[in-house]
């Protein structure tokens, strides 16, 4: 047989399209025509599996016109992950291995130049597609855990290309790779229990872990805010199956070790230095950046004014509608971004402006310029903007015990618990659901609708606030949220006052 086809897939983000690896082998010149739109690392697989081929003691057709087709010709092929498929092309198509049987199967991998194979990244989005085809897919040994994450597919792992072979002419069969159950990660998360005072900052905690919001703390140097943002990992729940799932595609389409911290809630802190498209992804074959690495997790943003405002600006459209399209000039990647934000700010560049300990030094210039570097759009997108004072030393040297993690988090459980019957956190549940299901009375009606006029809010202001007091009611095992949740809700969005703005 001079035709062989074999199946495998490309990584494009988090989709991973078919990819027909087409081998034929004619009279003529001898050589190597490789098309398809490859880039550089694919072309170069010509090299690797021609090495790889003689090192394993196969024969390679020197003789012949070797024609690779990369088919659909108009997707972009990356990476070393066609070397396997092409090798077990050229060889079906030589008659040194038995063509129908790679029918029903996917195959992906870099070969070493002595046959060996190496692991590839992005295997897991492959994995999902292959099941979904209904067939079984060849890999790398190192990549078999990650790909068994998905149930019902046989994934075979192997380490040599002579193990291929060997199982392809049905001599020695693949072991295939058990369906991974992982152990949820056991790692130690500082406790709530440890943060001394802060009322408020910590009820504002709570709240946000039970509804998915996003929180600011305001207040000067050495007050805590970093402390308490380090804690919310701590009251929140594991993740499910389908959430870690997500994630560890996500993980393993940038490069991370997918099964890492597997379950737990992924709680990202860029520095201040960091750009737009570190944050959101980028690259000319875009990569998922940390508000993608964070989905379903934690972003938290510390010293948030020395951001820059064109980077903090990017984070608009993710926070609204929780994925990431990347668009360029040949692609467009789109990730998933479901995050939650937490930031941490100081009243000031000196920090200390409201601070009773110590007076503010900076003029009104400079307290406006660096208010001025977070826009009204993104804090609007901010359900919870809480002051965190200093504390007095009485207080910090006192000898008390604060509420434990634990028992917070049992009360989050708890709130998520209603939410899931209603169809999601209320940070994200659409607003049609979101207002059938705080079934305010005409009375509060007219006094949110007063207080709202009064104080200036925005459309989506009114929206957030709403989920936000959907959510202290969650927290108190209410049905809806009363005139008290309301009242709450808009305490949290007073950050005017909490700035000192005049």
């Not at 392809?168 to 991974?180: I, V, Y």
């Not at 910590?202 to 140097?221: I, M, Q, W, Y």
């Not at 307290?367 to 570097?373: K, P, T």
Request: hydrophobic residues 45%; proline residues 8%; contains cysteine.
């Amino acid at each position: 047989m001079t035709l062989a086809i074999v199946t495998t897939r490309a990584a494009l983000g988090l989709e991973a399209p078919e990819v027909r690896v087409e081998v034929h082998l004619a009279n003529g010149l001898p050589g190597i025509t490789l098309v398809g739109l490859p880039e550089t690392a694919v072309r170069e697989s010509r090299e690797r599996v021609r090495s790889a081929l003689l090192n394993a003691n196969f024969e390679f057709p020197t003789t012949r016109r070797i024609t690779l087709n990369l088919a659909p010709a108009d997707l972009p092929k990356e990476g070393g992950r066609f070397d396997l498929p092409i090798a077990l092309g050229i060889l079906a198509a030589s008659g040194q291995l038995p063509a129908d049987a790679l029918a029903d199967l996917e195959s992906l991998g870099e070969l070493a130049l002595d046959g060996r194979l190496c692991p590839v990244g992005g295997v897991l989005p492959a994995a999902l597609a292959a099941k979904r085809a209904g067939r079984r897919l060849i890999l790398p040994r190192e990549n078999a855990a990650e790909a068994a994450l998905v149930q019902g597919l046989e994934v075979l792992p192997a380490a040599h290309l002579l193990e291929v072979a060997a199982h392809l002419w049905g001599r020695e069969p693949l072991t295939p790779q058990p369906l991974s159950q992982p152990e949820p990660a056991c790692l130690e998360v500082a406790d709530l229990a440890e943060v001394r005072g802060q009322p408020q900052a910590r009820r504002a905690l709570e709240v946000a872990a039970a509804g998915g919001h996003n929180l600011l703390f305001v207040g000067p140097p050495g007050s805590g805010k970093t402390l308490l943002a380090s804690r919310l990992p701590g009251i929140l729940p594991p993740l499910d199956e389908d959430e870690a799932l997500a994630l560890a595609a996500i993980r393993s389409v940038a490069g991370e070790a997918p099964l890492e911290g597997w379950g737990i809630r992924p709680f990202r802190a860029p520095h201040h230095t960091a750009s737009a498209a570190a944050l959101v992804g980028g690259g000319s074959s875009p990569r998922p950046g940390e508000v993608s690495l964070a989905h379903h997790g934690v972003l938290f943003l510390d010293e948030l004014p020395e951001f820059n405002r064109s980077v903090l600006e990017v984070l608009r459209q993710p926070l609204e509608s929780g994925r990431v399209d990347l668009a360029r000039a040949r692609v467009t990647r789109r990730y998933p971004s479901r995050f939650q934000l937490v930031a941490a700010m100081n009243p000031c560049p000196c920090g200390f402006l409201g601070d009773a300990r110590r007076d503010c030094h900076c003029t009104t210039g400079q307290v406006q310029r660096y208010q001025s570097r977070l826009s009204g759009p993104l804090l609007d997108r901010i359900d919870l903007q809480v002051e965190v004072p200093a504390l007095p030393a009485e207080q910090l040297t006192a000898a008390t015990t604060a509420e434990a993690s634990a028992r917070v988090r049992e009360r989050v459980v708890a709130a998520r618990g209603r939410q899931r019957e209603r169809g999601g956190l209320n940070a994200a549940l659409p607003v049609a659901a979101l207002e059938a299901a705080c079934a305010l009375s005409t009375a509060d009606r007219a006094w949110l609708a007063q207080s709202l006029e009064r104080l200036h809010l925005s459309a989506r202001a009114y929206h957030r606030v709403l989920r936000v007091a959907l959510t202290l009611a969650d927290l108190e095992g209410l049905g809806h949220p009363g005139r008290d949740q309301l009242l709450e809700a808009i305490g949290y969005r007073q950050l005017e006052r909490l700035l000192g703005r005049r």
